[in-house]
């Protein structure tokens, strides 16, 4: 008996002993990448959603995730190099948006798993194979670009009934936007409306692109949803507003800041579902077996000081299909 109280004495302060050191054993820190063509002053509120979106899934940024941040700063032909460098880390996961950052990083890694947020056409830009298996290393939420340009359109012609020729504003170096363009012809033809290419591979060529718009006598202007033209809206803006031209944008923060109408998916719900697709492949789940989603909630807003300022007046009938409307 002696014996036994001895050994349960030697085994229970054993325990003792060793339980400390299990208790401190460190929770294991993923690593996390972000690679963004445009600049951190335009992603950061989506950021902050997306930190968000991990968080209740437990994962707390400092505690155990660390984040590595890289922006192009609106300068596509960083783009390789931005993506080399950041493979190069060593990450659990790297987290992009638009087609022409995740091309560069599927050109620098077939392993990583990549998670991408608001891309145009995943398929036809060749990021994956299908939408419901993507296969590879790479997947995520589209934005479903070119279907959205003919709503865009559709509706900045209610909104501006006497319109019969618009400029689109798009980035012919962007792989992405060649299909946005022809669906917007399309789109454009049968409404009867005449489109005006204004084509931009640069910062540069903005310049020049206003200047047809105004001699060609555009009546209406919608810029495409694309990571160069986002780094210069506030130029673009301007430019409209100077101009009195009604002009449609892709995205809620172009209108809050100025901008007369956008039409767009809501981008905080894909930041923070893309949290999701992050927090499954932490949890083991191979990207290739992930389904790409498509956007579910979409908003249409109105700047009627935008409106206004350059005289226009947004019909009633408009007005009411509006989801947000500032005033």
């Given at each position: 008996?002696?014996?036994?109280?001895i050994?349960?004495?030697?085994?229970?302060?054993?325990?003792?002993?060793?339980?400390?050191?299990?208790?401190?054993?460190?929770?294991?820190?993923?690593?996390?990448?972000?690679?963004?063509?445009?600049?951190?002053?335009?992603?950061?509120?989506?950021?902050?959603?997306?930190?968000?979106?991990?968080?209740?899934?437990?994962?707390?940024?400092?505690?155990?995730?660390?984040?590595?941040?890289?922006?192009?700063?609106?300068?596509?032909?960083?783009?390789?190099?931005?993506?080399?460098?950041?493979?190069?880390?060593k990450?659990?996961?790297?987290?992009?948006?638009?087609?022409?950052?995740?091309?560069?990083?599927?050109?620098?890694?077939?392993?990583?798993?990549?998670?991408?947020?608001?891309?145009?056409?995943?398929?036809?830009?060749?990021?994956?194979?299908?939408?419901?298996?993507?296969g590879?290393?790479?997947?995520?939420?589209?934005?479903?670009?070119?279907e959205?340009?003919?709503?865009?359109?559709?509706?900045?012609?209610?909104?501006?009934?006497?319109?019969?020729?618009?400029?689109?504003?798009?980035?012919?170096?962007?792989?992405?936007?060649?299909?946005?363009?022809?669906?917007?012809?399309?789109?454009?033809?049968?409404?009867?409306?005449?489109?005006?290419?204004?084509?931009?591979?640069?910062?540069?060529?903005?310049?020049?692109?206003?200047?047809?718009?105004?001699?060609?006598?555009?009546?209406?202007?919608?810029?495409?949803?694309?990571?160069?033209?986002?780094?210069?809206?506030?130029?673009?803006?301007?430019?409209?507003?100077?101009?009195?031209?009604?002009?449609?944008?892709g995205?809620?923060?172009?209108?809050?800041?100025?901008?007369?109408?956008?039409?767009?998916?809501?981008?905080?719900?894909?930041?923070?579902?893309?949290?999701?697709?992050?927090?499954?492949?932490?949890?083991?789940?191979?990207?290739?077996?992930?389904p790409?989603?498509?956007?579910?909630?979409?908003?249409?807003?109105?700047?009627l000081?935008?409106?206004?300022?350059?005289?226009?007046?947004?019909?009633?009938?408009?007005?009411?299909r509006?989801?947000?409307?500032?005033?």
């Amino acid at each position: 008996m002696r014996k036994k109280a001895i050994c349960l004495a030697l085994s229970t302060m054993l325990f003792a002993i060793s339980f400390p050191v299990l208790a401190q054993q460190p929770t294991k820190l993923h690593r996390i990448g972000i690679l963004l063509v445009g600049s951190s002053s335009f992603y950061s509120a989506w950021i902050d959603v997306f930190r968000q979106g991990l968080k209740e899934f437990g994962y707390i940024e400092g505690k155990n995730i660390g984040i590595e941040y890289r922006y192009a700063e609106g300068k596509a032909d960083r783009l390789p190099l931005l993506a080399a460098e950041v493979v190069g880390l060593k990450l659990d996961v790297i987290v992009s948006s638009s087609t022409p950052s995740v091309l560069a990083l599927k050109k620098a890694t077939s392993t990583i798993p990549i998670v991408f947020v608001a891309t145009n056409d995943p398929v036809a830009s060749g990021l994956v194979t299908s939408l419901a298996r993507p296969g590879g290393n790479i997947t995520g939420l589209t934005i479903l670009g070119p279907e959205l340009s003919g709503k865009r359109l559709e509706l900045l012609k209610e909104a501006v009934p006497k319109a019969t020729r618009v400029a689109f504003l798009w980035n012919s170096a962007n792989p992405a936007q060649g299909l946005q363009w022809k669906e917007t012809q399309a789109a454009a033809q049968a409404l009867g409306l005449q489109l005006q290419s204004l084509e931009v591979r640069s910062f540069n060529d903005l310049d020049s692109a206003f200047e047809a718009a105004l001699r060609e006598r555009a009546q209406a202007l919608i810029p495409a949803a694309e990571p160069l033209i986002n780094t210069h809206l506030k130029r673009i803006v301007e430019f409209a507003t100077k101009n009195r031209l009604p002009a449609m944008y892709g995205g809620p923060e172009v209108v809050e800041a100025g901008g007369l109408m956008s039409y767009a998916p809501n981008y905080d719900d894909l930041f923070r579902r893309a949290a999701t697709y992050v927090a499954k492949i932490f949890k083991g789940a191979k990207p290739g077996g992930l389904p790409v989603e498509q956007p579910t909630k979409f908003e249409f807003i109105v700047n009627l000081k935008a409106a206004k300022q350059i005289g226009l007046t947004i019909p009633p009938n408009v007005l009411a299909r509006a989801d947000k409307v500032i005033k």
